[in-house]
Every structure is written in structure tokens, then in C-alpha cells.
């Protein structure tokens, strides 16, 4: 069990990458006040955890029932990650803010979705509760590691404003062209590693 709860520390904290996060943090709320980050840093590690608790009790469930197998779902994943590292990179590191045009909230979108309950994230979690393998128990536990790399991600986020005194929106916009790059590459590597075992289960 123990070994199991350590690599599960290791995968969630690798695919849900709080230090990522942390720098598309910065980037895409360096237009808000301090309370708007607390608040939107407290809300999308809300988010992130509804989705992947979600995902733990009924998402394989519900890939089964669509007929889905996982190296499917990494395949489409990954491409969904791959064009966010693109948007990264290529788009606007801070979205503009208005009062009176507000397209978006920005702690679901970028931030709980697709950096924090990414892809790769929601892949870790299926496999690591695969009910095949997994009794409740360790699903329970691996439930539970998730929520304490949620915590930690969060205790991030909220010493953000400390860290964006420090490097500035300059700094955070070239942080974030970085993770995107790395994002980029990764997705990458992930969409490899799908297309070879949907070949391998032909």
C-alpha cells in the first residue's frame, strides 16, 4: 500500500504540476487585485478536486459504458493539452479585464480546466482507481493523496501574490511561455505513449 500511495504522490503531483500551475497562476490573474486571487485560487482548487473525485468514483465507469478504452482517452487528452500549450505560447500570458466585459472565469478556465484537473491529471486518477486492480481501499487512499497534492498546489497559489511582487508581469508572461513549451512536450510524449498502446491492444 505504502508504495502504491507513493507512486500515486508522485503521478499526481507530476501531471497536476502545482509549480506549473503556479506560473499560469500569475500570468492569467496578473489583472486582479490580491482578494481576487485569493478568491480565484480557493475556487479552482475547488473545482479541481469536484472534477477529480468525479473521476475517481464514476469516470471509468462511465468509459466502459461508452465503450472507451483509456488509450483513447489519453489519445484525445493529449491533444486537448497539446493546443492549450500552443495557446499558452502563442496567446496572451494575462487576458484582458474589464468590468463590463467579463468573458470568462478564469479559476474553471484555464486554471481548474485543463491545468490543474488536466488531462493528464484525469488519466492518473482513472488508472491509479482502476477497478479491475483496486479495491476501495486503495482507491480511498489514492483519493486521498490526490487531495493532499490539492492542498499543497493551493497553499501555492495563495503565496502567489508574494511571488508576483517579486517577478513582476514580465516575468510571469515569460514563465508562462515557458510551461507552455514544456506542456507542449509533454502532451506530446503522452499522445506517443497512447498511440502505442491502443497499436499494442489491436
Not at 484555464?110 to 492518473?124: D, E, K, N, V, Y
Amino acid at each position: 500500500m505504502s508504495e502504491k500511495l507513493i507512486r500515486d504522490f508522485m503521478m499526481l503531483w507530476a501531471t497536476i504540476d502545482p509549480i506549473g500551475t503556479l506560473s499560469l497562476f500569475l500570468g492569467v490573474t496578473a489583472a486582479y487585485s490580491a482578494q481576487q486571487r485569493k478568491s480565484i485560487a480557493l475556487r479552482c482548487i475547488a473545482y479541481s478536486a469536484i472534477i477529480l473525485l468525479a473521476t475517481i468514483i464514476v469516470g471509468q465507469l462511465l468509459l466502459d459504458a461508452m465503450g472507451i478504452s483509456l488509450p483513447s482517452f489519453q489519445i484525445a487528452g493529449s491533444a486537448i493539452l497539446f493546443l492549450f500549450g500552443l495557446q499558452m505560447i502563442f496567446g496572451s500570458a494575462a487576458p484582458k479585464k474589464t468590468e463590463e466585459d467579463e468573458p470568462h472565469d478564469v479559476a474553471v478556465f484555464p486554471l481548474a480546466i485543463p491545468s490543474i484537473a488536466s488531462p493528464g491529471a484525469i488519466m492518473a486518477v482513472t488508472l491509479a482507481t482502476d477497478n479491475d486492480q483496486f479495491e476501495i481501499v486503495e482507491q480511498a487512499a489514492t483519493a486521498v493523496t490526490m487531495l493532499l497534492v490539492l492542498a499543497i498546489t493551493g497553499a501555492m497559489l495563495l503565496a502567489a501574490e508574494r511571488i508576483h511582487r517579486v517577478i513582476g508581469n514580465n516575468g510571469a508572461a515569460i514563465l508562462v511561455r515557458v510551461m507552455g513549451m514544456i506542456l507542449a512536450a509533454l502532451a506530446t510524449e503522452s499522445l506517443i505513449e497512447g498511440i502505442t498502446l491502443a497499436l499494442a491492444a489491436q
